[in-house]
């Protein structure tokens, strides 16, 4: 299997752009698979410069309904017509983040919703013996308060984003499991209790944001939430690649307990496979 993290928000491999998003690409015996897009076209630039083909992906995932992961479809699917997309149903609604000036949209952009080959979810599906999507993510341990400013629309007033568009990418291969879940906006934690239960274990290799970033100082209670989550990320037998929403300063705090087992994500990296 190969894997390269296409985007992230700091540079990797020189001549790689970054931005504030993320997009994983993965090949394996079956597929060639695009999980999320980053917030622009910027994903294909350094493709080229990583040997990697977007014409060649027959199967584009998206985490969850914001723009930061999704920017890329409609270049990504112009380019590459044939392949099928998959994302939550209630990724199409209206989501907003709330700052100083006000609500500021930070959806997808509708016309992803009229791409010939998307595939509404409702719920977790078995692509194939390699591949399945799995959602369901209701858990709230360790849950970031960082989520309390994200939003959805309701008809004329906001609600706070309950996260039902979250999905995770699961891929079997030579008997390992990895797991990919964009954001974990619900906790890496939650996450994970929803793999053990439809699979019966933990995942060998976790690709995924922690959203513990914030623009002001932690609280005593954050960081005790930090701490928790990477106390028992660390005694699992998972290597964990993260960064993108996850932040620096809570990376550190998790670098600290985790050691080894955790490790940064940068544009244009590749990522040891299963």
């Known amino acids: ?38 917030a622009s076209d910027a994903f294909a630039h350094n493709a080229a410069l990583t040997g990697v083909d977007p014409g060649a992906v027959d199967l584009l995932f998206l985490s969850h309904g914001h723009y930061d992961h999704a920017g890329g479809i409609l270049a990504f699917s112009a380019a590459c017509p044939g392949a099928e997309i998959y994302m939550q149903k209630a990724a199409g609604l209206d989501y907003y983040g709330l700052d100083q000036e006000g609500p500021r949209y930070i ?19 078995e692509v194939d013996e390699e591949v399945s999507i799995l959602s369901g993510i209701t858990g709230r341990r360790c849950w970031s308060k960082s989520n309390l400013r994200l939003m959805r629309r309701e008809g004329d007033r906001m609600v706070q984003d309950s996260f039902d568009h979250e999905q995770a990418l699961v891929v079997r291969q030579n008997g390992k499991y990895l797991l990919f879940s964009g954001c ?4 890496i934690l939650n996450f994970l209790d929803r793999f053990r239960a439809v699979y ?3 995942p060998d290799l976790v690709i995924s944001g922690f959203h513990f970033m914030k623009g002001s100082a932690y609280t ?17 037998d998972t290597e964990f690649y993260t960064g993108h929403c996850t932040g620096i300063p ?5 670098e600290k307990i985790m050691g080894p ?14």
């Open 107 to 125: 959806g997808i952009d509708k016309a992803i919703l009229d791409l010939p080959r998307l595939h509404l979810l409702e719920g977790s599906v």
């Open 261 to 274: 087992k955790l490790h940064p994500l940068h544009s244009g990296m590749e990522i040891p496979g299963l």
């Open 184 to 187: 974990a906006h619900n906790g």
């Open 250 to 254: 809570a990376f550190e705090i998790m």
């Open 220 to 236: 005593t209670e954050e960081i005790r939430d930090i701490e928790d989550t990477a106390r028992e990320l660390g005694e699992m």
């Open 1 to 38: 299997m190969r894997i390269v993290c296409l985007i992230e928000n700091s540079p990797g491999k020189p001549g790689c752009r970054f931005e504030h998003g993320l997009s994983v690409y993965l090949e394996t015996e079956r597929h060639r698979i695009l999980a999320d897009t980053g």
């Open 200 to 202: 019966g274990r933990d």
